[in-house]
């Protein structure tokens, strides 16, 4: 398992440490446990997210608005999709 390049470290938790490691790249080689992901393999992934050029129809902004304890309780305890509902109910009745 070691070679003249790798010599076993002295500390024995270190050592088997190692020993695990060098047995784990082997069966990886081997295919035995994992898949060794080749370079062209790794390209012919699709991207995650949006597709390139997409644009949002519905653009939001980040912005900073103070309430009162009461009425930020009450508005987070009506569930997920809060800040939602909140945004609608400001254009609502909005001047």
Known sequence: MYDKTLKPHPDP???EFE???MRSLEQAKRREFAAVHTPE???GYRARGRPLGSVQVV???P???RLDAMALE???ASGKGWQTRA???LAKYAP
């Open 63 to 65: 912005t900073t608005l």
């Open 87 to 89: 945004a609608q109910v």
């Open 41 to 43: 393999m790794i390209t």
């Open 19 to 21: 020993e695990a490691l």
């Open 74 to 76: 009450r508005w987070r």
């Open 13 to 15: 938790e270190m050592r």
């Open 59 to 61: 653009t939001k902004r």
